[in-house]
């Protein structure tokens, strides 16, 4: 038979401007910590169970497994120019924040420019008094 009952709650799709700001700069640090090889900042924010989906891997990435291309693409020689994010839409579930977002990044290895752009997911969770970033799922605009 037919399954009645009550419609799912509605989700808080606005955040307070000070706490939207404050999760709009640990992203955007996140991902300059990523592109820059900085492993050391990227463990103050990312959580040890890490789930990273990256545009063209078959599978997705642990903490470790991230924290290791980070520093493979520095030590590659790549540098990051830029990265912007438009379009943002957020889902907050108590204590959890999902960031959806269009992603535009330029890098730059051995004097060529690359650029990605895409489509991003992303999930915070307050943990105490901060925010830290648990995973997130890209992909690529053609």
Same mark, same amino acid.
């Given at each position: 038979?037919? #399954? ?5 709650? *509605?989700? =808080?799709?606005?955040? &307070?401007?000070?706490?939207?700001? $404050?999760? +709009? ?19 103050? #924010? ?5 789930? *990273?989906? =990256?545009?063209?891997? &078959?599978?997705?990435?642990?903490? $470790?497994? +991230? ?76």
């Amino acid at each position: 038979g037919v #399954v009645r009952g009550q419609s799912a709650p *509605a989700v =808080s799709t606005t955040l &307070p401007a000070d706490e939207l700001k $404050s999760l +709009s700069a640990i992203r955007h640090a996140v991902w300059v910590d990523w592109f820059t090889g900085d492993t050391a900042a990227l463990r103050r #924010v990312l959580t040890p169970e890490l789930v *990273a989906l =990256s545009p063209g891997a &078959p599978h997705w990435q642990s903490l $470790s497994e +991230s924290l290791a291309a980070s520093a493979a693409f520095k030590a590659s020689g790549g540098r990051l120019i830029s990265v912007t994010f438009d379009s943002a839409t957020t889902h907050r579930f108590g204590e959890t924040v999902v960031m959806f977002s269009h992603y535009l990044v330029v890098t730059e290895r051995k004097g060529e420019r690359s650029t990605q752009q895409g489509r991003a997911t992303e999930v915070f969770v307050r943990r105490g008094t901060r925010w830290v970033h648990t995973s997130w799922h890209l992909d690529r605009y053609p």
